[in-house]
Antibody
Framework: EVQLVQSGAEVKKPGESLKISCKTS????????IGWVRQMPGKGLEWMGI????????RYSPSFQGQVTISADKSISTAYLQWSSLKASDTAMYYC??????????????WGQGTLVTVSS | QSVLTQPPSASGTPGQRVTISCSGS????????VYWYQQLPGTAPKLLIY???QRPSGVPDRFSGSKSGTSASLAISGLQSEDEADYYC???????????FGGGTKLTVL
């Protein structure tokens, strides 16, 4: 059974750094793209970027390029999303999601449960 | 402003059939598969339809998808109270080189 389990909710202050995680199981981690999707309070879904853990090929939406960093650790089948300096506008639910095999970039099929990030002074 | 356009709301009574539309362009729906997701309140999105009209295992056949040109539709027949949720369409976009989503449709079962 494919599972993506995300780290717990975070409350941070503006300017702080943060790294959230997405631990996967039930499939070959290095053979599928894994992406991150933002959902701001009461709003829709926005694609942030993806990583192919097999070779660490990483691609970002222009809206999020330079704002976040996506990484992966093959040894523990876990993907990460990190910020170096959070802003109040980063307050949102963040989902990781599997996005197709190596040669088949696709919209998400399996999703994590979400990590709520709250940034407030 | 979402790249794919969906009506913000839809409604129906139990047992009725409702459809939700999704409009895009040649760089997304026109040249790639359409996916549909159901997001129940307080939960993560769940895949309902992939490759325009395919249902993952476990999704009832009351849910069906179709695509024509640069538009797609999700149909829900035999509407049930537990279908009350937000529904999102998505497609890969060749210009963005990533998936784009609709703004979501809130379905109310009256």
């Amino acid at each position: 059974e494919v599972q993506l389990v995300q780290s717990g909710a975070e409350v941070k202050k503006p300017g702080e750094s943060l790294k959230i995680s997405c631990k996967t199981s039930g499939y070959i981690f290095t053979s599928y793209w894994i992406g991150w999707v933002r959902q701001m309070p009461g709003k829709g879904l926005e694609w942030m970027g993806i990583i192919y853990p097999g070779d660490s090929d990483t691609r970002y939406s222009p809206s999020f390029q330079g704002q976040v960093t996506i990484s992966a650790d093959k040894s523990i089948s876990t993907a990460y999303l990190q910020w170096s300096s959070l802003k109040a506008s980063d307050t949102a639910m963040y989902y990781c999601a599997r996005q197709g095999a190596e040669w088949e970039l696709l919209p998400p099929d399996y999703w994590g449960q979400g990590t709520l990030v709250t940034v407030s002074s | 402003q979402s790249v794919l356009t969906q009506p913000p709301s839809a409604s129906g009574t139990p047992g009725q059939r409702v459809t939700i539309s999704c409009s895009g362009s040649s760089s997304n729906i026109g040249s790639n598969y359409v996916y549909w997701y159901q997001q129940l309140p307080g939960t993560a999105p769940k895949l309902l339809i992939y490759s325009n009209n395919q249902r993952p295992s476990g999704v009832p056949d009351r849910f069906s998808g179709s695509k024509s040109g640069t538009s797609a539709s999700l149909a829900i027949s035999g509407l049930q109270s537990e279908d009350e949720a937000d529904y999102y369409c998505a497609a890969w976009d060749d210009s963005l080189n990533g998936p784009v989503f609709g703004g979501g449709t809130k379905l109310t079962v009256l």
